[in-house]
């Protein structure tokens, strides 16, 4: 049997960690909001902590994805493991892969 998905296409974000120190950003909570609710939990749409390891010998992209529905700006946190550093960028455009916490 082929299936084939017919739902209207949302929106998302993906969101890699690279603080220079920790390059893969493992460990890493990330929180994404809906837009200028930043660390408000009604407004929390979504929650990855980065984790290469996937099961047994197997692993994944270190990159969390959120997908956002109709959301088209969000506000993005991102607590580190180690130093207890913590990033966060508001207005996020929906759509692309972001690189945190960037140059």
């Known amino acids: 049997m082929l299936m084939q998905n017919t739902s209207p296409a949302r929106n ?10 920790n ?13 200028g609710m ?8 979504g929650f990855v902590e980065i984790s290469p390891s996937h099961g047994f010998s197997s692993s994944q992209p270190s990159i969390a994805h959120f997908g956002l529905g109709d ?10 493991p180690f130093g207890g550093s913590v990033y966060s960028r508001s207005n996020v455009s929906a759509n692309q892969l972001i690189v945190i916490p960037g140059s």
């Open 38 to 45: 930043n660390g408000d939990p009604l407004g929390l749409l």
């Open 23 to 35: 390059r893969w950003g493992v460990g890493a909570k990330v929180k994404v909001y809906k837009e």
């Open 12 to 21: 998302w974000l993906q969101v890699r960690v690279d603080d220079g120190v």
């Open 71 to 80: 959301e088209t700006h969000v506000d993005v946190v991102v607590e580190m």
